[in-house]
């Protein structure tokens, strides 16, 4: 199976602020990446699919980049509603598995 | 609009039987892979299953192979997922979703809508 590693596990920023998240594969998976957005007793909501495709409806501040085995998802000014767990999931082979989750916390 | 709503979960002792019914509503439901995704109480996804829009293909975690059994019934526009010999590490929120719309060959296995999952609790 690819094991997903994302970094940091929580990540604390204010309003306004760029950050970024890291999803690394244990192995290459091209571009077979999506970017998740969870909030608490909530479904997860599809951000980015082919690692920098924006999905439909999305704000534009969400980006996705990399292939391969890294992967970066960055939020360029962070708002009150981006507060949320994020996950990556790797779709190149069979089983399809998630990053563990960053947890992006108010400061 | 894409709508998916879960039902049936509930409280089940271990070595025991579920189902699992999702309704989809708001596009042509026999065209899309669906897939079932769980999370582990306060824990990450975890992918389970998935159906072809024709129920011909069907693909499973290796955990769950031999216990689950995803199906569709497309009269209805109904998702399943049948599950037996229910431990207590099956406990989790199961979600149903769409996969994006592909029209043969390798289908992409993301999802690109969810419903709001149905809570599966396995406890003696």
């Known amino acids: 199976d690819i094991q997903m590693t994302q970094s940091p596990s929580t990540l604390s920023a204010s309003v306004g602020d760029r950050v970024t998240i890291t999803c690394r594969a244990s192995?290459?998976?091209?571009?077979?990446l999506a970017w998740y957005q969870q909030k608490p007793g909530k479904a997860p909501n599809l951000l980015i699919f082919d690692a920098s495709s924006l999905e439909s409806g999305v704000p534009s501040r969400f980006s996705g980049s990399g292939s391969g085995t890294d992967f970066t998802l960055t939020i360029s000014s962070l708002q009150p509603d981006d507060f949320a767990t994020y996950y990556c999931?790797?779709?190149?082979?069979?089983?399809?598995?998630f990053g563990q989750g960053t947890k992006l916390e108010i400061k | 609009q894409v709508q998916l709503v879960e039902s049936g979960g509930g409280l089940v002792k271990p070595g025991g039987s579920l189902r699992l019914s999702c309704a989809a509503s708001g596009f042509t439901f026999s065209d899309y892979y669906m897939s079932w995704i769980r999370q582990a109480p306060g824990k990450g996804l975890e992918w389970v299953s998935h159906i072809s829009g024709s129920a011909f293909h069907t693909s499973y975690a290796d955990s769950m192979k031999g216990r689950f059994t995803i199906s569709r019934d497309n009269a209805k526009n109904s998702l399943y997922l049948q599950m037996s010999t229910l431990r207590a590490e099956d406990t989790a929120v199961y979600y149903c979703?769409?996969?994006?719309?592909?029209?043969?060959?390798?289908?992409?296995?993301?999802?690109?809508?969810w419903g709001q999952g149905t809570l599966v609790t396995v406890s003696s």
């Open positions: 979703a769409r996969l994006p719309y592909c029209s043969g060959g390798w289908c992409p296995c993301y999802f690109d809508y």
């Open positions: 192995q290459s998976i091209s571009s077979w």
């Open positions: 999931q790797q779709y190149n082979s069979h089983p399809y598995t």
